[in-house]
């Protein structure tokens, strides 16, 4: 394995610990900075939406 796919796995791994522990935290304002700017965010609950974030 490549040094840069070991800094890449790593990265990915650091991405998902913080969006796991901002969401956890109920940083949601801070955990949707995570995302690109042209990205779509939707939670459905029992078949109903209840969040939709985009931008």
């Known amino acids: 394995m490549s040094l840069e796919i070991i800094k890449t796995k790593e990265e990915l791994r650091e991405l998902i610990d913080a969006y796991a522990?901002?969401?956890d935290e109920?940083?949601?304002?801070?955990?949707?900075?995570?995302?690109?700017?042209?990205?779509?965010?939707?939670?459905?609950?029992?078949g109903a939406l209840v969040a939709d974030?985009?931008?």
Do not use: H, P, R, W
């Open 21 to 23: 522990y901002l969401g």
């Open 26 to 46: 109920k940083k949601i304002s801070e955990q949707m900075s995570l995302f690109t700017k042209d990205a779509a965010y939707k939670v459905y609950m029992n």
């Open 53 to 55: 974030t985009t931008g």
